[in-house]
């Protein structure tokens, strides 16, 4: 598999009997042992092929494929029912208090989860958590290339069933893992997936810490989005004090930059920004962007229910008292994760043209991608200026700096203006 289409999910070397695929520095999938040549890496990669029709048909005949949302059976606005943990997620720590029951339930005995890396606390990693404090510590949303799917050798060598939280292109790979390795895949009790309009590769990171004036050797934690909702980037120091590296305010100025200086080449590839195929979907939910009874719903989730276990595990999770459902008609699905999927789909189709204008191989959708229009190409403007500056790291360094400035707060007002009321026309 080209290393321009891996999506670094992981999933190779989790499905490799052998155990002979690890990763190098950058986390694209190296082999480290001897080869039996039984087929499962390439077989399960979503990199390069995913027949996404055929896969969405097997989880349900309603599919409508013309729908940018996928299937969805209902919609929800939730949060956890613990304070304590619907403040520790990023938005109502869902995914955590589901993962929570589940496990007290004994309907799962672990799941997959990404976390902090005690080593490197600004980069992260793919664990199978077992325990309820293993669970929490991996609470809140991570924006680092992370290959989680190789924890899934370690559900190979246990008994039981086991929850997986996953990207849409690790979902894609776990839908095909059924067709390649069922025993394996039968051990995966359900599949929580995350919308996802791109993540950031490691040295993301990296750099973010030097532009701050942060050494790395000082930092204790680094938290993703702490600190309230809807979030910011903060660092824990070794001495005890905590450096919010951006108004949180602005965090979706911050954010939708960085994305656009580190987003790895094969996530603006990708057309599913929901996890169209997973069990249950999650995304934030924005209060503030509703003027009825929902306007007063901050810091909870929304919640995409796809199939009929993720159904019987919300209506038990909230009989159980351990969710807080409030249904969410089609008709007020939030707009702002609509424009997501669409402008991610948009980017694809405009990135995807440009390589094939190059010679450069592309992902095998198995449907039609739509030709960029020119209101597309339009949209995708700042778009384009920013894949000029990112290949400069002197030129990433000083948009850097401007992102963790008092600059920032009248550069979100403008864009909030003028960038997202253009957005959402």
Known sequence: ISQQLCTRCGICAGVCPAKAIEFDQQNFPVLSGRCTSCGFCGECCPGADVNL????????????????????????VAHAADTQTRRAGTSGGLITALLLFLLSAGQIDGAIVVEADPERQ???????????????NAAQSKYCVTPSMAALRDIRIRKGRFAVAALPCQVHGLRKLAHVDPKLSGKI?????????????????????????IQREDVASFEFRGGG??????????????????????????????????????CRLCVDGTSALADLSFGDFWAFDYADEFSRMERCTQVFQRTAKGRDILQSAEQAGAVVLYSLPAAKISARTLAMIRGKRSRAAIQMAKRRQLGLPNPD?????????LNDRLKNLPADLFDLLRKNAALRSGILKILFSPLITPLHKLRMRVFVRHHNR
């Open 229 to 266: 909702w809807p979030g910011g980037m903060f660092v824990r120091k070794k001495d005890g004090t905590t450096v919010p590296l951006h108004p949180n305010e602005a965090y979706g100025t911050v954010v939708n930059a960085m994305f656009r200086l580190f987003g790895p080449e094969r």
């Open 122 to 136: 600004h980069l992260t990693r793919g664990i199978l958590a077992t325990s309820p404090a293993a669970i929490s």
């Open 189 to 213: 009790a359900v599949i929580l997936g995350l919308c996802c309009s791109c993540t950031m590769s490691g040295e993301a990171w990296q750099e973010a810490l030097r532009a701050a004036g």
């Open 53 to 76: 029709p055929a896969l969405a048909q097997e989880l349900s005949d309603k599919e409508d494929t013309r729908s940018p949302l996928g299937h969805i059976e209902s919609a929800y």
């Open 365 to 373: 959708y198995h449907a039609a991608i739509q030709e960029p229009g």
